[in-house]
C-alpha cells in the first residue's frame, strides 16, 4: 500500500471514532465516562496507526523477530 493511502486509511478510521463521539458527547453525563472515551479513542488510534504502519501485530513477541 502507498504511504498516502495508509494515512488516509487511519485517518478515515479515526474521523469515524470521532463523529461517533461528538454526536454521543452531550449525552456523557460523569466525566469518567468521558475521560475513559477520550483514553479509548487515543488508544484506537495509536492502534490503528501501529497496525496501518507496520500491519497485524504479532501474537508473541518472538515473531516480530524472524522477519
Known sequence: MEN?????SILETVKAE???FVE?????TSSIEYEERILS???TFSL???Q??????PKSRNLKKKS
Open 48 to 50: 490503528g496507526v501501529i
Open 4 to 8: 498516502q493511502q495508509i494515512v488516509d
Open 18 to 20: 470521532l463523529q461517533s
Open 41 to 43: 479513542m487515543a488508544r
Open 52 to 57: 496501518g504502519v507496520q500491519g497485524k501485530l
Open 24 to 28: 454521543q458527547e452531550s449525552k456523557i
